[in-house]
């Protein structure tokens, strides 16, 4: 199966910073990288699909990018309601796989 | 509006079968390119996806957890259940279910609240 690698686990930063999260994988994948949302005590919100389609409603500072083996989630100008624990998610032959997270904190 | 809620027991006991059920609204399960997924989140850790049924009755399966696990449909009621079998206590999460669309490249797009399952004696 194929393995997803986020970087970093933790990142703290402030309101207003750019921040980038890693998503690696072990082996050459195709567009199907997908990138979710968590805050604490609710569900995951899809953010990002296709590596660099931002899913309808969700603010313009997220962005997507990548190909082959590394992905990156990209957030422009943090706001606070950004600080959350971010994951993402490939599809392989219909195998599902979801990286390790990153949890975003205030600094 | 498309919304999905899972249903199932808070508290199963070891070796026993859970049966979790997502009743969903907003949109039908025989609508070509239309899946639903399961996913579990246990306590303070990462998502796992567990299985997946699509429009035409086609079902994946987590490659470690297949031989516990079944998925089906009713498309009449708008639902889908997941069963696991043999639980252990490893098994205590939040279980979601969540739309999957093709024209989404297969994305969850939308998912429920969750419910949490607790594996214990």
């Known amino acids: 199966d194929i393995q997803l690698t986020q970087s970093p686990s933790f990142l703290s930063a402030s309101v207003g910073d750019r921040v980038t999260i890693t998503c690696r994988a072990s082996?050459?994948?195709?567009?199907?990288l997908a990138w979710y949302q968590q805050k604490p005590g609710e569900a995951p919100k899809l953010l990002i699909y296709?590596?660099?389609t931002l899913q309808s409603g969700v603010p313009s500072r997220f962005s997507g990018s990548g190909f082959g083996t590394e992905f990156t989630l990209t957030i422009s100008s943090l706001q606070p309601e950004d600080f959350a624990t971010y994951y993402c998610q490939h599809l392989n032959s219909y195998l599902y796989t979801f990286g390790q997270g990153t949890k975003l904190e205030i600094k | 509006q498309v919304t999905l809620r899972e249903s199932g027991p808070a508290l199963v006991k070891p070796t026993q079968t859970l049966t979790l059920t997502c009743t969903f609204s907003?949109?039908?399960?025989?609508?070509?390119?239309?899946?639903v997924g399961w996913i579990r989140q246990p306590p303070g850790k990462a998502l796992e996806w567990l299985a997946l049924i699509d429009w035409d009755d086609d079902k994946y399966y987590s490659t470690s957890l297949r031989t516990r696990l079944t998925i089906s449909k009713d498309t009449s009621k708008n639902q889908v259940v997941l069963t696991m079998t043999n639980m252990d206590p490893v098994d205590t999460a939040t279980y979601y279910c969540a739309r999957i669309t093709i024209p989404g490249l297969y994305s969850m797009d939308v998912w429920g609240k969750g419910t949490a399952v607790t594996v214990s004696s």
């Open positions: 907003g949109f039908s399960l025989s609508t070509s390119g239309m899946c």
């Open positions: 082996q050459g994948i195709s567009s199907y």
């Open positions: 296709g590596a660099s």
